[in-house]
């Protein structure tokens, strides 16, 4: 492991409520470095999406601090949480990842074009990346025209091809078979650890942390256990 | 500048992949835009037939009889008035113009209905000719006819044509040599043709009193003054010189042309529930739209696209989709114009028309105006149903 990507330092989120304030991430602290991918786990309802949103500078926290490279998102305004977004941050969500009528190489072009990164040499990383994600074929497909695995996969490129520091998924395997998700998530770590990103993944699907690097469960809020070893994280994706 | 390429990328791939949806919206405005060219050359045409002789006179000023309220065919002067005007100090010439309707007969038993325009020779009030000679007499049964009489008939010059006139209960036949031809000539919705007053006062209808009235009787006199600047002068002078008149400018004569300004005021009035019912329609079609697409709109956010983005690929979409319409229903348009008899008052003026185009390419962006405000305000942790 290598310099840190991303600290997390005592983050509290609050919502209003009919009945009262509800801290939905409460005091949560964590590291991620370069090269480590991470799963975010924990039930429903126990704050790992509302994590996420905020570490994407989709939210901001009540109080306590996130630093992406060093860069506090607290004092960011909307503007720069939006340039930080595009350039430092790649993301997958759990359904209507791509553009519609993009095909899967201009979706993935598209995150270079966004950071006027786009260029010849940007293209054919595009084509490359795409085909190491065995969609080689199926370039110039549009969505509609894709299964649900292979969107991921072009979600996964486009995630990546910047050169992110950071890169979340949200539940990117909800939609998938059990052969889809296994094949999805794992070539999604071994793209992390090559790339030196840091990737952080939110599931409800235990058998999937076993390509993670460390594993944190939330419950009610709160980060109420770290699996860093890796026999303890094998023994959570077999269920034991 | 990056911006907006980013945004005319994302929108004209949009449009490109979705070409049959876009399409379907742009026949839609083709449609409004056929209607709303249609309706302003029709109030063109409308206005141009009501005023077009009068708008072409070679004068400044109308002399109507007092209390005849600016028009013509209730306005009734004679010769010692159009004397009397011709005196007054600042007018340069002074021509009578007498008006009625009457009938070309055709072969077939078809008839051609026309206003019968007496005019002086070189006077105020006679047409510019096209081709031809002016009359050589005050008596010569000669005639200069409208093109548009030629257009709706074999007339040509050097024929000559039968008047139809009903004088007391008979029906009288007059024939005419046609001298000369003019244009742009319409009087009261018919071409026109034109004669020397003397002529006019014999071939005109006339009511069984008038049966025997010589004197050519005078419907208005239109003034020419030695300085067209001055003609506000001009018309002081004439009021305080001549008894039992009322003098107007050329566009208060074509204002109180009856029924020409509830004309004008309908077909505009049309011409702008038209315009208005394709915003709405477009604001409409474009709301749906986003609805549809907040997902992918709030993929475009989460990911690092601004809202200057979002909201100019909108308007950049809207503003493609709208053009495109607008150039489908001027073509239309200009097809269908081809096909319609020279009856139907259709003018295709370039002012009117390019205004009417500015206004329908407005219409896109205008209509689709709530869609943009819509769409640069959806959060993406909404749209993508993070919260």
């Known amino acids: ?240 | 500048m990056y911006s907006l390429s980013l945004a005319t990328y994302l929108a004209l791939k949009e449009v490109w992949r979705n070409r049959g949806r876009f399409f379907l919206v742009s026949l839609v405005i083709a449609l409004i835009t056929l209607l709303v060219l249609f309706i302003a050359a029709l109030g063109e045409g409308l206005g141009t037939n009501n005023r077009e002789y009068i708008s072409k006179v070679d004068g400044q000023l109308v002399v109507f009889l007092e209390k005849a309220d600016y028009i013509i065919s209730a306005s009734r002067l004679n010769q010692t008035t159009l004397r009397a005007v011709r005196r007054v100090q600042g007018v340069e010439a002074a021509g009578p113009l007498s008006a009625a309707n009457t009938a070309i007969l055709l072969p077939e038993q078809k008839v051609l209905k026309v206003s019968l325009l007496g005019v002086e020779a070189g006077r105020p009030g006679a047409p510019q000719l096209q081709a031809g000679r002016t009359f050589l007499s005050a008596t010569a049964r000669e005639a200069i006819v409208d093109q548009r009489v030629l257009d709706r008939s074999d007339i040509q010059l050097g024929d000559t044509i039968t008047i139809r006139s009903t004088q007391g209960t008979d029906d009288q036949f007059y024939d005419l040599k046609v001298v000369g031809t003019t244009s742009g000539q319409a009087f009261f919705f018919q071409p026109s043709i034109f004669v020397a007053p003397s002529v006019w006062e014999q071939v005109r209808p006339k009511s069984e009193a008038e049966l025997n009235n010589t004197t050519p009787a005078i419907n208005i006199i239109i003034v020419r003054a030695s300085d067209p600047a001055q003609a506000a002068q001009v018309q002081e002078n004439l009021l305080a010189s001549v008894n039992n008149i009322e003098v107007a400018d050329i566009p208060t004569t074509i204002n109180n042309i009856p029924g020409y300004s509830a004309q004008q005021g309908t077909v505009q009035t049309q011409g702008f529930f038209t315009l208005l019912i394709g915003v709405l329609v477009i604001g409409g079609f474009f709301q749906i739209q986003i609805l549809q697409k907040v997902p992918q709109i709030g993929v475009l956010k989460a990911i690092g696209a601004s809202n200057p983005v979002v909201g100019a690929s909108a308007i950049i979409q809207i503003s493609v989709v709208t053009a495109i319409g607008v150039a489908i229903g001027g073509l239309l348009t200009y097809l269908f114009s081809l096909g319609f008899p020279p009856t139907v008052p259709l003018a295709f003026d370039g002012k009117s028309s390019a205004f009417a185009i500015a206004a329908l390419l407005a219409i896109g962006p205008l209509g689709g105006l709530v869609s943009v405000f819509y769409a640069v305000r959806i959060e993406p942790l909404k749209a993508l149903r993070l919260s």
């Not at chain 1, 799963?39 to 939210?59: C, D, E, F, Q, R």
């Not at chain 1, 720069?80 to 201009?106: C, D, M, W, Y």
């Open chain 1, 1 to 240: 492991m290598s310099a840190i990507a991303l600290e997390v330092r005592d983050v509290i989120k609050t919502f209003e409520t009919d009945t009262g304030s509800i801290n939905a991430v409460d005091q949560v602290s964590f590291s991620v470095s370069h090269g480590e991918f991470v799963a975010l786990v924990g039930p429903s309802g126990s704050g790992k999406t509302t994590m996420l949103s905020i570490l994407a500078a989709l939210l901001t926290p009540t109080s306590g601090q996130v630093l992406i490279d060093g860069q506090d998102l607290a004092r960011m305004g909307e503007a720069q949480r939006v340039a930080l977004r595009r350039e430092k941050i790649g993301f997958t969500f759990q359904s209507n990842n791509l553009i519609p009528f993009l095909s899967a190489l201009e979706n993935v072009e598209f995150m270079l074009r966004l950071n006027q990164r786009f260029d010849k040499s940007g293209k054919l990383r595009a084509a490359e990346l795409l085909s190491r994600l065995g969609l080689g074929e199926r370039l110039n497909n549009l969505p509609n025209q894709m299964s649900g695995g292979q969107q991921q996969r072009v979600a996964i490129a486009r995630a990546l091809i910047h050169s992110p520091t950071l890169v979340l998924a949200d539940e990117p395997t909800a939609s998938l078979d059990t052969e889809r998700a296994f094949q999805v998530v794992q070539t999604f770590a071994a793209l992390i650890h090559e790339n030196q990103r840091a990737g952080i993944m939110v599931t409800h699907d235990l058998r999937m942390v076993q390509y993670t690097d460390r594993v944190l469960q939330m419950r009610d809020g709160k980060l109420v256990k770290i699996y860093s070893d890796k026999q303890e994280i094998l023994a959570l994706a077999k269920g034991e």
